[in-house]
């Protein structure tokens, strides 16, 4: 992609920002080139996040009828989903899946609970409620 046609129609999403993209100036060198986005850009991080929002939804029916614990509701409330939050905690996958199960998440120590509740950025009170 050349400077010149780096899009700059503007995307709802960024707000008033720019991301950086790069792009080939005159003498053909690969440069940074700030970007206002495009609609193509909101469109798909828009679906994007309606989908985040229907794991959401649906984590929180499932934690109402006792399927899963708070904690995966706030995963995807937070617009993060099981290897994120992996990431972010350094708890192994398959711990924080065993750890979605109620009785499971009921039984976890105030260390294990700080973890993921700094990672979600939320405190441990809230951690254990629904949003």
Not at 12 to 41: I, N, Q, W
Not at 77 to 85: I, K, N, P
Request: one cysteine or more; proline letters at 4%.
């Amino acid at each position: 992609m050349n400077v010149s046609d780096v899009p700059q129609e503007g995307n709802r999403t960024l707000g008033h920002h720019r991301k950086a993209l790069y792009a080939k100036d005159t003498s053909g060198r690969m440069v940074l080139v700030a970007s206002k986005g495009s609609e193509v850009d909101e469109t798909v991080t828009l679906q994007a996040v309606e989908r985040l929002h229907a794991f959401a939804e649906d984590a929180r029916k499932r934690c109402l009828a006792g399927q899963t614990a708070p904690l995966e509701v706030w995963m995807w409330t937070q617009r993060m989903d099981l290897a994120l939050l992996s990431q972010v905690t350094g708890i192994w996958q398959w711990r924080i899946r065993r750890h979605l199960r109620p009785s499971v998440f009921a039984n976890l120590t105030p260390t294990q609970l700080q973890c993921y509740a700094l990672a979600l950025g939320l405190s441990v009170e809230q951690l254990q409620q629904l949003p």
